[in-house]
């Protein structure tokens, strides 16, 4: 490979059909369906080179090599948690590292994910904000990261959820984070079901709006985090630009799948957002939604900041919303002891 090769996995099959329909010589025909196969060898039987396309006739192989590479993505290190959770530091080509976190749960297994190196959000909380916004990721950076974990991992487990609750917000980095989606539910390649796929956003207002419009109908997570403007504006600068009757007024008017909601993330901060009138102001800002409420006690970060919720505040919390009907899991933080837990991704920013 030099330099001017382009990673095939930035492709949708869609563009990667294109392609061969532009260069495949005349005589051949049509061979779009190319593009199928070699979603099938990248995504189902993971091929790490062209040689191995088999069914793939020789000089097509050699016209992608000439073109292509197959990336792949080295593991920095990786840090075990007692709950059986990994963090994972992945190396990027330009010697950036991002985050990825394998989170086992009793009948099932999930990937969380990076969109961004970095994030540009600034909430004040999260320790990946302190990294500042280094570059968004490119859609094979993206998936790579769940070939990587999948592979790393030493039996074969298999992974029923992807969320994007990594590094930054990936509503930033919108049309790559599109053709990440449109290549990993692919039928031809991952076949990964949408409906098992979670987009995590801190409230990018225009962005929720295209999302709902969009093909591809995967899970939509919004952070919330605060109950009035006054709070949510200090935890998270976005609530300035649109703040939480907008954000409310846009998720009421958000299309969703039936038997799909929103979740709605809430992080129970001591003395700031735990009260019992946090939890009545909660059910009342989102009285009329389809929703579900993850309730995530603060991770607490190196500076001290914040505080943690007590563990009784936070289950009379959760115990409140459950007295009114609302579906409020309330989230063991996973991966505490390798500051693996959402909100303490951060490389180099410790
Ligand atoms: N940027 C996106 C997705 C990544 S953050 C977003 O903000 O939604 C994933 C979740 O972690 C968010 O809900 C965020 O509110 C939460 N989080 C960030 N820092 C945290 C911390 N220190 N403790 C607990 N949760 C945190
Ligand atoms: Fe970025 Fe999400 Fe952290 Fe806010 S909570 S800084 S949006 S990663």
Redesign the pocket.
């Known amino acids: 490979m030099n330099s001017s090769h382009l990673n095939i996995k930035n492709w949708t099959r869609h563009n990667l059909r294109e392609w061969f329909q532009n260069n495949q010589k005349s005589s051949s025909g049509n061979q779009s369906y190319r593009a199928d196969q070699v979603f099938n060898w990248l995504y189902q039987k993971r091929a790490q080179s062209f040689d191995q396309m088999l069914n793939i006739g020789r000089e097509t192989r050699k016209m992608l090599e000439e073109n292509f590479y197959i990336s792949s993505q080295k593991i920095a290190d990786s840090l075990h948690s007692q709950d059986g959770s990994i963090k994972y530091r992945i190396l990027l080509e330009d010697g950036n590292s991002i985050e990825s976190v394998f989170l086992p749960h009793k009948n099932h297994n999930t990937i969380c994910v990076s969109s961004q190196a970095g994030?540009g959000?600034g909430?004040d909380?999260?320790?990946?904000a302190r990294m500042g916004l280094i570059r968004n990721l490119k859609p094979a950076e993206i998936i790579d990261q769940v070939f990587t974990v999948l592979q790393e991992l030493k039996e074969n487990k298999k992974i029923r959820n992807i969320v994007?609750?990594?590094?930054?917000?990936?509503f930033h980095n919108y049309n790559n984070l599109m053709q990440a989606l449109e290549i990993l539910t692919d039928e031809h390649g991952f076949n990964f079901s949408h409906r098992r796929i979670t987009v995590?956003?801190?409230g990018l207002l225009p962005k929720i709006r295209r999302f709902g419009q969009e093909k591809i109908k995967a899970n939509l997570?919004?952070?919330l985090?605060g109950v009035s403007d006054e709070v949510r504006t200090k935890l998270m600068p976005v609530n300035k630009a649109y703040n939480l009757e907008k954000l409310i007024k846009a998720c009421s008017e958000y299309p969703l799948e039936s038997r799909k909601r929103i979740t709605f993330?809430y992080?129970l901060i001591r003395d700031l957002t735990d009260s019992l009138q946090d939890a009545k102001g909660l059910i009342r800002l989102l009285h009329g939604l389809k929703f579900k409420i993850n309730l995530?006690?603060?991770?607490?970060?190196a500076d001290g900041k914040y505080q943690a919720p007590s563990p009784q505040q936070a289950r009379r919390f959760q115990k409140y919303l459950l007295d009114h009907q609302i579906v409020a899991p309330l989230r063991i933080?996973k991966g505490q002891d390798i500051q693996g837990?959402?909100?303490?991704l951060a490389v180099g920013a410790e």
């Open positions: 994030c959000m909430c909380f999260c320790m990946t994007f609750m990594g590094m930054g917000e990936p995590s956003t801190s997570a919004v952070s985090n993330e992080i995530i006690p603060y991770n607490s970060t933080s837990a959402c909100g303490q």
